[in-house]
């Protein structure tokens, strides 16, 4: 099979087996130049959620137009004057409009790249600002955002009396998606306002990047969340947002509000440039899709980050980027100083978070599980410190992968890996039973290392207790083992007893624990909802779960808290929070609220009344009962002993 990969400017030539599958997408042709104008033409006169253009500024009025740097490729040369024609029209002269370039923590663009980004004439018409965010003169502190994070955001942007936002939208490897309000934080920002949004991106217990900080996510990702917090303190009139094909031309545009427009045109990227799969590949090569996108490591790490995607663990993965201008950053190398494990990277970078630490991390990760070898300008000692392997071709990283390989391995290409994000699907039933084992293992460890320590009853030895419990009573009553499993397994780890409610993250860490381990997302649903309502809390309030997994991991704790083992865990908890063992002054409670039931002081041996001895009526399945009836009866006797040796009068 023959193929050509993008490499800088220039083209590699490829040949592969034929039995090497390609991962890209097939566009259908047309005039692009003529499409193009009537896109953007028809965009701008159908605004999403806004007026249009025209019925907005007035003549006169300072204008500032924010353009995304040299590394956002987005067509602006010819968006630009059909943009600038309509506002001369509406009375905004050339004088009135400056364009400020959103470079974020990134160089200035030269007078070369102005030119390719905006076009010769465009450049010689209209007033041009290079955003520095190091240059403090340059920024007006605006407030904080609700997780304090600094807003300092260009003052020539914040002095204008209109502002229009114009771009690509692409897939964002931590931020979902760029484009949009990312031209304003980071594109706009000072770098104190970019240190402390990026920081986000590292999960505070996990050795990774936050789980919900992943392309295509805006829903719950902590770093887009600060952005459009921090966008509460700037006036956004007008965005023109646009979407670019595999050829570089413009195929939609989405013009209107700030967020509206942004999400519909977030929307068409993920249906155009992601691409489901089945299977991975023991090797991937990829090409970064060539200039811009591999002018430096920064930029070529999206691309490894997608084609990893792709790779089997412990398989090779060959990336062809040119990395013209280096790294791409003044701190990226420092992070591999004396070759850290990952744990020392991840609290190195808690400690001292720097620009980019999160793309360090995020390389370490990769390079832990798979080989990269890439094919660079970077010096061979640089990409060994990285902890890539250099090469000199790709024939060369051939012949290096076969010795890595079985026999018979397989290849995937993918042409344009900054482009394409790769989803790989599959459904719980594909799950091997040992990739469900390896899994299931894991969950025992990260159970252990959080709840080792307990003494409460709530322990690691619990967990193991319920999950055998929960596995007797699914071969008799059905129901999705994987799942059952997965929410025995975890149920305790965020229960109430067990996190500090001062430290919000702790509420999602097994959520976050799952989908670190690249689960189906209906499956961590399922496992969240079951550890969601499964605690008991109080006699008057009701925990009824939807699912039979539901049902039979709550039947399985609650048998765990009756019986003999129910005992020992009353009075270990008791002795733990201080309660005396019994106290005839103090009667039971029939607690109407979780928060009584928590906060309320009592004894152990009320503890009996208040939700041992209720549990029985409140199995759900026919097998938990029959197990349960005895553990019932024993609570009784221990009960009935307790009081006649607390009185005296026990037989001699």
């Known amino acids: 099979m023959q193929a050509k990969l993008k490499y800088g400017k220039s083209f590699i030539d490829l040949d592969l087996p034929e039995s090497a599958s390609i991962l890209s997408r097939v566009e259908a042709s047309f005039e692009q130049k003529n499409d193009e104008v009537a896109i953007i033409q028809r965009?701008?006169?159908?605004?999403?959620?806004?007026?249009?253009?025209?019925?907005?500024?007035r003549k006169g009025e300072k204008t500032c137009i924010v353009v995304p740097d040299a590394t956002r490729v987005c067509r602006a040369a010819v968006f630009l004057p059909i943009l600038i024609e309509k506002l001369n029209a509406c009375g905004i002269a050339d004088h009135d409009i400056l364009i400020l370039m959103a470079n974020g923590s990134h160089r200035k663009n030269t007078p070369e790249e102005q030119i390719e980004i905006l076009g010769e004439a465009i450049v010689k018409r209209i007033r041009i600002i290079e955003h520095d965010s190091q240059d403090s003169t340059m920024m007006v502190h605006l407030g904080e955002t609700a997780n304090k994070t600094p807003v300092l955001v260009n003052r020539y942007l914040m002095r204008s009396e209109r502002v229009i936002l114009v771009g690509g939208v692409l897939h964002h490897y931590f931020a979902g998606f760029g484009g949009g309000p990312k031209l304003v934080v980071p594109g706009c920002a000072g770098y104190e306002t970019i240190l402390k949004n990026h920081r986000f991106t590292i999960h505070p217990e996990f050795h990774a990047l936050h789980p919900a900080c992943e392309e295509g996510n805006l829903a719950d990702n902590p770093v887009h969340a600060d952005i459009r917090d921090a966008l509460k303190f700037v006036t956004v009139d007008f965005t023109l947002n646009v979407v670019l094909d595999t050829q570089g031309f413009i195929c939609h545009a989405f013009a209107g509000e700030l967020f509206a427009a942004h999400e519909k045109a977030c929307e068409v990227v993920h249906q155009l440039h992601s691409i489901p799969f089945q299977q991975k590949a023991n090797l991937v090569i990829a090409s970064a899709g060539g200039y811009p996108k591999d002018v430096n490591l920064i930029q070529v790490h999206k691309s490894i980050h997608h084609a990893f995607q792709v790779v089997e663990k412990n398989g090779v993965l060959i990336i062809a980027a040119e990395c013209a201008d280096g790294i791409g950053s003044k701190t990226f190398l420092e992070w591999f100083d004396n070759d850290p494990d990952l744990a020392t990277m991840h609290q190195n970078l808690l400690n001292n978070f720097k620009i980019n630490g999160n793309t360090a991390l995020a390389l370490k990760m990769k390079t832990e599980q798979v080989k990269i070898l890439l094919l660079s300008q970077l010096s061979p000692e640089i990409v060994k410190k990285l902890g890539m392997i250099p090469v000199n071709s790709i024939p060369e990283a051939l012949e290096i992968a076969r010795t890595q390989l079985p026999a018979d391995f397989k290849i995937t290409l993918i042409p344009d890996a900054s482009t394409y994000l790769p989803l790989f699907q599959r459904d719980v039933l594909h799950f091997s039973p040992a990739e469900q084992q390896n899994i299931i293992q894991e969950a025992f460890d990260f159970v252990r290392h959080h709840l080792g320590a307990d003494i409460s009853g709530h322990d690691g030895f619990h967990a193991w207790r319920v999950w055998r419990l929960a596995q007797r009573i699914a071969e008799k009553e059905g129901g999705n083992q994987f799942v059952i499993q997965l929410a025995a397994i975890l149920h305790d780890v965020v229960d109430w007893k067990n996190i500090d409610p001062a430290q919000i993250h702790q509420k999602d860490r097994v959520k976050d624990w799952l989908r670190l381990q690249k689960l189906p997302i209906e499956l961590i649903d399922q496992v969240n909802e079951i550890i969601d309502t499964l605690s008991y809390k109080g006699a008057g309030v009701k925990t009824e779960m939807r699912t039979l997994e539901g049902k039979i991991v709550q039947d399985?704790?609650?048998?765990?808290?009756?019986?003999?083992?129910?005992?020992?865990?009353?009075?270990?908890?008791?002795?733990?929070?201080?309660?005396?063992?019994?106290?005839?002054?103090?009667?039971?409670?029939f607690h109407q609220s979780a928060s009584d039931y928590q906060t309320r002081q009592s004894t152990s041996i009320n503890h009996f009344y208040?939700?041992?001895?209720?549990?029985?009526?409140?199995?759900?399945?026919?097998?938990?009962?029959?197990?349960?009836d005895q553990r019932h009866q024993f609570l009784e006797k221990f009960l009935n002993r307790f009081k006649a040796e607390w009185e005296g009068v026990d037989e001699e």
């Open 556 to 589: 399985a704790d609650r048998l765990d808290a009756m019986g003999a083992i129910g005992i020992a865990r009353t009075f270990a908890y008791g002795a733990l929070k201080n309660q005396p063992i019994y106290d005839p002054e103090m009667q039971p409670v």
């Open 43 to 57: 965009a701008l006169a159908t605004p999403i959620e806004s007026f249009p253009l025209e019925k907005i500024v």
């Open 610 to 628: 208040e939700k041992l001895l209720l549990l029985q009526e409140r199995l759900n399945t026919a097998t938990a009962q029959k197990i349960g």
